[in-house]
Every structure is written in C-alpha cells, then in structure tokens.
C-alpha cells in the first residue's frame, strides 16, 4: 500500500502523469489491512475498551462482564452475518470506477470479518466456562510491570 502510494506522488508530481489506479488499490488494500488485521491478527486485550466497571471488579464478577460481553458481540454479529453476506454479495452489479474490480470482491473481508469476531467471541465463552477461566480475567501486567 505504501509503494502504491509513492508511486502515486512519482507520477504525479515527477512525471505529471497521475495514475488513477493507484489511488483505488490503496483504498481497497486499506479496506482489506484494516479488516483482515482485526480479524485475525490484533489480540483481544488490544482493541480499545472501556473498562472502568471491569477494572474494579473481583475475578467472578469480572468473568460474568466478560461472558455477557463475548455473548452480546458474538450474538450481534451472527446475527447480522446474513444480512451482510446478502449486501455483500449484491453487491456484484457495482464495481470500482477505474480499475473495474466487483464490489463483492472488494467487500468480502468484511463476511470474514464478522465470522472471525463470531469465532472469536465463541472461544472466549469456551475459555470463560472452562477451569482456567480466573486466567482470562486476571489483571494483566505491562512488560515494564505496571498496569497493561
């Protein structure tokens, strides 16, 4: 993405000959990174939280918030993957104006997306019910020591 994108300021202001594909390659590859990174590559403990009542709280409690949490995330997007599979895949009449690459293409991190989050929030419950589950709520510590 970042190679598309210097070589969009190449031809534009060295050559004066602007590529119109690159700036759809870098919204598209921007689309598909940030999708597919939360998916699967970003761990749980580090997408944004807030987690005031969490912090505060003793181990059982702690896991009662994590499984209502992991259940009402999990629930909404298995209950909105069909929808978005079905708009998704509609969307196969529409494609990118100059590079002409169908939407459906395009969208389709976002069904994988949603399954992963699904997916993810399945095992959390799993781990939550299971006789480790004081390990997925205890505090966790920063390298340096401090608070995470």
């Excluded at 629930?75 to 590079?99: C, H, N, Q, R």
């Excluded at 293409?105 to 069904?111: D, G, L, N």
Aim: charged share 20%; with cysteine.
């Amino acid at each position: 993405m970042f190679g598309l994108f210097l070589l969009q300021i190449f031809t534009r202001y060295v050559l004066g000959v602007p590529l119109g594909w690159t700036v759809e390659a870098c919204v598209i590859c921007y689309i598909w990174i940030v999708f597919w990174t939360s998916a699967f590559l970003v761990r749980e403990r580090d997408h944004v939280a807030f987690t005031i009542l969490y912090d505060h709280a003793g181990p059982g409690v702690r896991r009662v918030y994590a499984l209502i949490g992991a259940g009402a995330i999990g629930l909404a997007f298995v209950a909105g993957l069909p929808g978005a599979v079905d708009y998704v895949t509609f969307m196969k009449i529409e494609s990118t104006p100059v590079t002409r690459i169908r939407f459906d293409y395009v969208y389709s991190v976002w069904v994988l997306f949603m399954a992963a989050v699904a997916v993810r929030a399945a095992l959390e419950i799993a781990r939550l019910l299971g006789r480790r589950w004081r390990d997925e709520v205890a505090d966790e510590q920063a390298p340096d020591g401090g608070p995470a």
